[in-house]
């Protein structure tokens, strides 16, 4: 049972390259998160899908694209890569009414130049 | 929505000597409170959590307080170790969707 999957775990882009960040879950679980993380911070809910077929924005949208591409998978677009996008960004999944937060990936590191 | 202040930012304690951390939230409506400790380098890992409905949780040296009517809530760490070095952050989900949002962390570094 592998829990949340990240894939890469490590990319350098150059500013104004596009990427996908894949995120998948074999949990079972509706719900799955993208946050990222900037050095000394806490997390930021960027977009988040409440169920297969729904996605929203959350705190710090702006920049990203996300599809949920089935239940299962949950991917992050950086369209067009800009330095203040260097971050480690974590996916995350749960389902409603379990303990919240408990199944986050191992997390993407991600420099943009 | 919702919006998660934590304090202190760091915190330095002998080791055997007990560690408090506070949390802050905006949204009265707010009803699931989870504690995450982070490692360097690694993922969040969710170490307790206090529903709504309850006013303090155990779990071994670990503890959390919930006060809805003052919306913060605290962790308790006692008998403090060198393994609980690390970095501790709050959440809070709001009413609004199954979602959190996260205080700052704060640095917790025990001395041995």
């Known amino acids: 049972n592998a829990g949340v ?51 929203d924005k959350g705190e710090v949208p702006n920049g990203y694209n996300v599809s949920r591409l089935n239940k299962r998978e949950f991917s992050l677009r950086l369209e067009s890569a800009a330095p203040s996008q260097t971050s480690v960004y974590f996916c995350a999944s749960s389902e409603p009414g379990e303990r919240l937060g408990e199944h986050f990936g191992d997390g993407t590191r991600l420099s943009i130049l | ?28 409506a707010s009803n699931y409170f989870p504690w ?7 993922r969040p890992q969710l170490i307790i959590d206090i529903r709504s409905n309850v006013g303090e949780k155990k779990d071994q040296r670990i503890a959390v307080t919930l006060n809805k009517t003052a919306k913060h809530f605290s962790l308790h760490i006692t008998e403090t170790q060198p393994e609980d070095s690390a970095v501790y952050f709050c959440a809070a989900r709001g009413a609004a969707g199954n979602k959190l949002t996260f205080g700052g962390g704060t640095r917790v570094l025990v001395k041995p």
């Open chain 1, 5 to 55: 999957t990240q894939t890469p775990k490590f990319q350098v882009l150059k500013t104004g390259q596009s990427m996908t960040l894949q995120c998948a879950q074999d949990m079972n679980h509706n719900s799955m998160y993208w946050y990222r993380q900037d050095p000394g911070m806490g997390l930021r809910l960027i977009y988040y899908s409440a169920s297969e077929g729904t996605t």
């Open chain 2, 36 to 42: 995450y400790k982070q490692e360097l380098g690694k």
């Open chain 2, 1 to 28: 929505g919702e919006n998660v202040e934590q304090h202190p930012s760091t915190l330095s304690v002998q080791e055997g000597d007990s560690a408090v951390i506070k949390c802050t939230y905006s949204d009265s």
